[in-house]
């Protein structure tokens, strides 16, 4: 049994194999565990391996590599157009990317190195400290307004809080300590940031390449071009497929403002503003700098004023 390239889906302990031929048929089909696949691989000859990129696909690559096959990495947007309808598995995942990776126009993801992986694990735990950090934050500032005690938004408002506190005798004793635990955990995960921080301003001013993208035009701290640097072959962050809001979709570099129906006008002496899209323009602008002409919430130098109907409310 020879096979030119084996579909891997390594979504569960229990992993998915779908293997074809150089005429794309279907030569093995099998579920081995964890334990057990690294002696299959072990047992094939030189094929071609095909895994959608998230994180253990990476180590699972270097794996693969080391024994001899070629791995390749492909983003989960990619695959998912080819799971065929109403057979949503295990099966039909690993079918669906041997289909995907067989295209002649298929893009795939670059495997990261350990060194990659050990910096996005800096960049991943200060993301989740910085959470924290607000969680702890909007703790307290619950806790203080049942009591009346308030301050305006923003981390660098806290002091005055915490003065607020410490200066009103009528606070309770046990809310006076909860509060106090809180902001002895906030000071502790801030000075843990700063760690992490001081030690990715390292890793990008060591590196050249994190050093010329940090001084780009519009490319901003240097520790965001590390992280971008990191984040390369991650699949869906790297290949421009991400749905937050305020980025492009799948394909696409800028305005989507074709994507939307355009919005109703707003009635004369009605409250409702105006924000959906009218027509698409076109222009190649990031999608929350793309607004109404005159609206005054384009950034200088951003966007082509022309996309949205109305002003751009929240971003």
Known sequence: MSMSMIGLDIAKSVFQLHGIDTGGKVQ????????ELIAF??????????????????????????????VKLIAPEAVRPF????????????????????????RFVAVKSLEQQGVLALHSARALLVRQQTM?????????TGFGLVVPKGMDKLGELVALVEGDE?????????????????????????DLEAEIVAHARGNGAGERHGAAPGHGPRHRADHRLAARGHGRKASGTSRARGTSRPGSG????????AAKPAL?????????????????????????????AVPPGRGCGGCWSGVLSGW
């Not at 702890?136 to 203080?144: K, P, Q």
């Not at 606070?171 to 700063?194: H, M, N, S």
């Not at 800028?254 to 129906?261: D, F, L, W, Y």
């Open 83 to 106: 799971v065929k309808r109403g057979k949503k598995n295990d099966a039909a995942d690993a079918a669906a990317i041997c289909a995907a990776a067989s295209r002649p126009d298929a």
């Open 268 to 296: 004369a002496g009605s409250r409702r503003r105006a924000t959906a899209r009218s027509e698409g323009c076109g222009c190649s602008a990031p999608r929350r700098w793309c607004t109404a002409p005159g609206s005054g």
């Open 170 to 194: 009528t606070f309770p004793a046990r809310a006076r300590g909860v509060f106090t635990g809180l902001l002895e955990q906030c000071r502790a995960t801030a000075d843990r940031i700063e």
């Open 254 to 261: 800028g305005c989507q403002a074709s994507t939307r129906p």
């Open 28 to 35: 093995l089909k099998r579920k081995p565990r964890r334990g």
């Open 41 to 70: 691989f072990e047992r094939q000859p030189r094929c071609t391996v095909v895994m959608e990129a998230c994180g253990a696909a990476h180590h699972r690559a270097r794996v693969s590599r080391g024994l001899g096959h070629e």
């Open 136 to 144: 702890l934050a909007n703790a307290m500032r619950g806790l203080a």
